[in-house]
């Protein structure tokens, strides 16, 4: 599902909510998780899962078209757990 999917089954679940009003919603809520995550923090929505920031420290890589070494920066990567509630949907419990 995408963005404007979301924004859409939202719309036809609630008539009487304006399509601008979801998108701007819907955007905000996104505009958060986003804010959140860049400030290092946690977010967590029970029983759909938490999202997070990972640290990937810097390590030596090899490029596979030369096979020469390359160093690669440290980063910091999304990180997405579900929650149980998710997980025993998805698995049919």
């Known amino acids: 599902m995408i963005r404007s999917e979301l924004v859409h089954k939202l719309v036809d679940e609630n008539p009487h909510l304006h399509q601008r009003d979801v998108e701007k919603i819907v955007s905000t809520i996104f ?8 400030e290092g923090d946690r977010v967590e929505l029970r ?5 997070s920031v990972k640290k990937r420290d810097p390590r030596i890589g090899r490029n596979p078209r ?7 920066e440290e980063k910091h990567v999304p990180f997405f757990k579900t929650g149980k509630l998710l997980r025993d949907r998805l698995n049919g419990k």
């Open 31 to 38: 505009e958060e998780i986003i804010n959140t995550m860049a």
């Open 47 to 51: 029983g759909f899962g938490a999202f």
């Open 66 to 72: 030369t096979g020469e070494s390359v160093a690669v």
